[in-house]
């Protein structure tokens, strides 16, 4: 008898220990079952579709020459446009959409572009627009893209001639600035504006906002994971580690009130890890958003039109407001990108400084 008492006992302790092993197994768990979900949430989609928009614009600029292109991204094909007005472009700009989007959306501000003398050279991104796969995938695949594509430019004798430059807008600077962490292309300069500066960051701020500061670090740890195993090492570069290879000027520009890509959280980052260096310009915005080559009022009537159309059967006279309103852009401050490129184009490759602003 004593001897069941006892084994009962020791049976019993071993089921505590059991529990208190299970329950924190559990929580881990759930954090990366429901992490996990908030990851695919952001990333395992596609991005924006084409719409009928991309004709209109088109039909609004017939002297435009445009040149349709399409290369390999790993096993999937990007679909790329290169637009300009002139037979002898100055230099030759990649510019990279924003995330959940596609080139179409930026059609305006490659017109200004090429308007300026420039042959530029745009893309839809893996899993959006015209471009195969079935999700955007995550962050660093952008940078993928684009340095699939700057392959592809060095590769055309043409294209290859001309000087390089770069322009990236939210993830798309990311891209562009982390984008010389895959090999020391040939850049003359880069734009960089309203970047993130790490893959992870978007995820970041959406669980800090939702769930607080503390939590957050703990939450992010899988995505984290997640994105090592889709990536590898491409999972680790950052706005700032590629712009630190940078031997070219780079003007990073961000607007103090963006709500998208925090300013703290990205272009202070980049500011305090290269402020001071001669190659570098810094252009920190007021009364301006995270849309900074767009009026905020303009961007602002585009969402509230987009809202519209997705409630009314009214649709045609929604639409070509909308239209309308899709090509403003904010010339004042693109023209003071395209003087910076202007500018820039005066140093060789590897030249490391910069005229005073």
Known sequence: MGLDCCGKTVYTEVSLIMIWLLIPLALVVFVF????????????????????????????????????FSCLSGKETL???????????????????????????YFPQTEFFARAGYLVVIFDGMG???????????????????????DYVGADPMLSSLPLLLYGHSWGGYAADAVLCCKPYPVRAIVSVSAYN??????????????????????IVPPAIFQRMSFGAAAGFSAVS??????????????????????????????EAHQG?????FLALEG?????????????????????????????ALRKELWEAQMMIDEDVLTQFAAFFDESLQFSVGESKLLPA
């Open 33 to 68: 079952a429901f992490t996990y979900q908030e990851y695919c949430k952001v990333f395992h989609v596609r991005g924006r579709e084409t719409t009928a928009f991309y004709d209109y614009f088109f039909s609004q600029y017939p002297a435009l020459k445009v040149r349709a």
């Open 79 to 105: 679909a790329g446009m290169q637009l300009t007005y002139t037979e002898k472009p100055k230099a030759l700009v990649v510019m990279v959409h924003g995330y959940g989007w596609n080139m179409e959306h």
């Open 128 to 150: 959006m627009g015209r471009s195969s796969g079935k999700n955007i995938h995550g962050l660093p695949q952008h940078m993928l893209d684009t340095a699939a594509v700057l």
């Open 198 to 219: 790490e893959p992870l960051a978007a995820m970041a701020a959406k669980l800090r906002s939702q769930y607080g500061s503390a939590l957050s670090r703990i939450l």
């Open 242 to 271: 590629g712009l630190g290879r940078a031997e070219c000027p780079v003007l990073v520009a961000h607007s103090r009130e963006d709500a998208v890509v925090l300013f703290g959280d990205n272009y202070k980052k980049i500011l």
């Open 277 to 281: 260096k001669p190659n570098f310009r």
């Open 288 to 316: 301006s958003n995270h849309n900074i080559g767009i009026p905020y009022a303009v961007n602002e009537q585009r969402l509230q039109l987009q809202r519209e159309l997705r409630r009314t059967e009214e649709q045609e």
